[in-house]
């Protein structure tokens, strides 16, 4: 790749919905903000462009400061900037008040609000002379951007931009998602796995020939041990021990569970189907049975999911007291306390386009425990069965997988975990400290994505 970087600097333009920390529902968010950084950090120039939602978290963002007003679509559109993560953003507040709503999704409405914001965005960078290579526009939320683009902006002054689209789960808005697969100039999806599984797919099948699946990374700096602001000792894989160790400490106190050395199995999650409620539930069980503990920190967008969890708490709470604690709401905080104070990350879903919890899992030093699917398989080497795999990937097995959608599944790769755990801390530490110094940033990804660019460019000219 060391020729492409030489080229000149790219100009990417992400336009999305959801940006860390600042709007992030899931890993979208962190993708856009981390990918951005990766691609920024091998110098080429990158603008978000984010609705400008009345829910901001805008003590994150720096310099933040109006830019401009122009007027669209029967409306005048205010446009702020300010500094993210490093990164330039431009955040659009149409005084329809499409984004003063007190959320990112989930109003009746999200279709017509984002696809507002699409061609807003598009116009905003028309009538202010941008001239980007690249624009990227992200899953059905902002897939308008790959037709609108061709349709109406492609001729005007805008000509030069050829548009990628990133499909981060085709669960929603498979529609949206065909028709930006259509018209974009490149396509991709989050893993390699990912890409061969939807294959098939009406919306994917007849794009193949552009269609990409590119793993995704972790931002080291967003995610590092050593410089955490919510553990209480900064560690990385040297110190893995201790720092664990006070991790774990510090997360039974702060949720009342038992005070002792055992088995602690993290859940970080959507409580949704795509992430295998019945395992997780099973799982939860199977792990109390084998003595350990268990936190789950989770929120359901569906309240029967969630009233059936908050109902599974309060039997939990008073029968497992000391050993169980299922936290459901969504807490950036408690999340890294519980990244680094658990022995294992379970993640047993249905579908997994990448998932980015084994990831951050493994950089805080805990053991994956997953199911074999999508970007979960692709990063992801069963100590027991995968060695060969992962020596392909220049990597020694990191984890615990099953395949199946069953208790039986479950069953088989955690009681192979608890019982690792209990047979052997010296074996079971140097699995902590092997999984901390594999390499799940955006060094390797994010040259791909150049490469992609390059090639989009390359393929128009
Ligand atoms: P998805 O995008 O399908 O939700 P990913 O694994 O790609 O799944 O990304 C999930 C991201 O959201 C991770 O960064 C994870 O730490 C975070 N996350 C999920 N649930 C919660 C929660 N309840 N509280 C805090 N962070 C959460």
């Avoid at 919905?17 to 080429?44: F, N, W």
């Avoid at 969890?309 to 936290?327: G, I, M, T, Y």
């Avoid at 980015?356 to 990063?379: E, F, H, N």
Wanted: some cysteine; proline content about 5%.
């Amino acid at each position: 790749f060391g020729g492409i970087v030489k080229e000149s600097p790219l100009h990417i333009i992400h336009i999305a919905v959801e940006m860390a920390p600042i709007a992030k529902v899931g890993g979208l968010g962190d993708v856009v903000t981390s990918l951005s950084r990766a691609v920024q950090d091998l110098s080429h120039n990158v603008d978000i462009i984010l609705p400008k939602y009345d829910c901001l978290n805008l003590s994150n963002v720096k310099d933040f400061n109006f830019h401009k007003s122009y007027f669209w679509g029967g409306t005048e559109i205010k446009v702020w900037h300010g500094k993210v993560e490093g990164l330039s953003v431009y955040f659009l507040e149409p005084q329809n008040g499409f984004f003063w709503v007190g959320c990112v999704y989930g109003r009746n409405n999200d279709a017509e609000r984002f696809g507002f914001f699409c061609h807003a965005a598009l116009e905003f960078l028309l009538q202010s002379g941008f001239h980007p290579d690249i624009i990227h526009c992200h899953d059905w939320s902002s897939a308008p951007v790959a037709w609108l683009f061709k349709e109406n902006y492609a001729h005007y002054g805008l000509s030069k931009a050829q548009v990628v689209f990133t499909i981060h789960n085709l669960e929603f808005g498979a529609h949206f998602i065909a028709k930006a697969m259509k018209y974009s100039d490149k396509a991709t999806t989050v893993s390699p796995t990912y890409s061969r599984e939807i294959a098939g797919h009406p919306a994917v099948a007849p794009n193949l020939h552009k269609f990409h699946g590119i793993i995704n990374g972790i931002d080291p700096d967003i995610w590092d041990p050593y410089n955490d602001n919510f553990i209480p000792v900064p560690y990385t894989s040297e110190n893995v021990v201790e720092g664990k160790r006070a991790a774990k400490q510090a997360l039974q106190e702060r949720l009342g569970l038992k005070q002792a050395d055992l088995p602690l199995v993290g859940i970080i999650t959507r409580l949704t189907h795509q992430k295998g409620i019945h395992l997780i539930k099973h799982a939860i069980w199977r792990t109390l049975e084998r003595g350990g503990q268990v936190v789950l920190l989770g929120s359901a967008p569906d309240h029967r999911i969630q009233n059936d969890f908050q109902n599974l708490a309060n039997q939990l709470h008073s029968s497992h007291s000391d050993h169980a604690r299922l936290c459901l709401s969504y807490d950036e905080p408690l999340s890294h306390l519980i990244y680094a104070g658990a022995d294992f990350i379970l993640v047993p879903s249905i579908f997994e386009p990448c998932g980015l919890t084994q990831l951050t899992a493994m950089r805080y030093g805990s053991i994956p425990v997953v199911r074999k699917t999508g970007g979960l398989y692709d990063t992801v080497f069963d100590v027991d069965h995968d060695k060969d795999r992962a020596q392909t990937q220049g990597l020694e097995p990191n984890g615990f997988s099953f395949d199946g959608a069953d208790a039986g599944g479950v069953d088989y790769a955690l009681n192979r975990a608890i019982s690792a755990w209990y047979d052997g801390r010296d074996l079971f530490n140097s699995l902590c400290k092997r999984v901390m110094e594999q390499d799940w940033s955006w060094n390797r990804p994010a040259l791909d994505y150049l490469e992609l660019y390059h090639a989009a460019r390359k393929a128009a000219s």
